[in-house]
């Protein structure tokens, strides 16, 4: 197999390196603005589950969606961004908070970045609920950017996201084991959040149309790599880094794409039928996510991570030259990176 090149050769030789540490440099007073207009979220009774809200804004971990919202301001001209530029970001940080709240009682997970998640402590009806009002903010704080198109792609994205959760639920196990359903699948999860942290910036931002493509192209690329390396981490990556069993997803029956990967490179393998139906004994499962985890697919799921961010990087050459730029280009280099 041919060896996928590294990320940086997509980026053009004139572009300063900037690492993601200095792209945070160019937003962390922007970002503090963003975290106060989270944790402004309104008063929600009990107060135990109004302290337990506040845990998961404050393990809120990167903060990679409004990071890259924030540069594309910056990109786009508006390095100290308008108020309504502050909530756009925050509104898609804060649409993200609401489906984990709703992804940790479907998948029943009791922790999450080393907290406990709300499910562990509070009823269905409590989760599902308090879920519901941080969308509702989320909404809110869509609304006080002030731009109709920036709603309008909120509420579509909305409508993907759920729409994508349905698909995964009802659908069966042969069509899960395709290409085409774990796109859709990443993009609805991962990437329309990316797409909207974009493109919603560029509306807001005023951004013409043939910025606003390829602003909307960058969040396409970046967001499907970044779900197909944490994909790939979730084979590669030890239990104490990534804060779950190694295999964790092929466990719990969802396939993504080193597993499709892998059933394409060795269609006769015993243990893959029961475990693209979900229902194998653990042993199964641990001989084979160890024959995943060091097969030639996890390589072959890279390319495809490189190929998005490559795709993503190219977008960018529809805008003026600016640190901001840069920075967008050393994200997707520096995040596609963390699946090697």
């Known amino acids: 197999m041919t060896a996928i090149a ?64 924030l540069l594309v301001a910056g990109a786009l001209g508006h390095p100290t961004p308008s108020e309504e530029a502050i909530n756009i970001a925050a509104a898609v940080e804060m649409l993200h908070t609401a489906t984990l709240v709703h992804d940790d009682l479907i998948d029943g997970s009791l922790m ?13 009806v409590a989760t599902v609920l308090t879920g519901d009002f941080l969308f509702a903010y989320a909404a809110q704080l869509a609304a006080a950017a002030n731009s109709m198109p920036a709603m309008k792609l909120f509420a579509e994205t909305l409508g993907v996201i759920v729409a994508g959760e349905l698909r995964q639920s009802f659908s069966g196990w042969t069509e899960r084991g395709t290409r085409e359903d774990y796109e859709r699948r990443i993009y609805a999860k991962t990437a329309s959040m990316f797409v909207l942290a974009t493109t919603a910036m560029g509306h807001v931002c005023a951004a013409k149309s043939e910025q606003l493509a390829a602003l909307r192209a960058y969040g396409h690329g970046f967001g499907m790599a970044f779900q197909i390396v944490d994909d790939i981490l979730d084979f590669t990556g030890e239990q104490s880094s990534v804060g779950k069993p190694v ?21 006769a393998d015993p243990d893959l039928a029961c475990a693209m139906r979900g229902e194998c004994d653990r042993a199964t499962y641990d001989r084979l996510v160890d024959r995943i985890r060091h097969s030639p697919a996890i390589e072959e799921a890279r390319r495809v991570a490189h190929d998005y961010a490559g795709d993503a990087i190219r977008a960018l050459d529809a805008l003026s030259d600016s640190p901001s730029r840069h920075a967008l280009i050393a994200l997707a280099d520096e995040y596609i990176g963390r699946g090697h």
């Open 247 to 267: 295999g964790a997803d092929l466990r719990r029956g969802l396939i993504t794409l080193p597993t499709l990967r892998y059933a394409r490179l060795n269609p």
């Open 112 to 124: 999450r970045r080393g907290a406990a998640t709300l499910n562990a402590a509070w009823t269905p």
């Open 6 to 69: 590294p990320m940086t050769t997509v980026i053009k030789t004139a572009a300063p390196r900037v690492t993601h540490a200095l792209a945070a440099d160019l937003v962390r007073a922007q970002l503090k603005r963003v975290e106060a207009a989270l944790h402004a979220v309104p008063a929600i009774e009990p107060a135990g589950l109004r302290d337990a809200v506040e845990v998961i804004l404050s393990s809120g971990g990167k903060r990679i969606r409004p990071t890259v919202a």
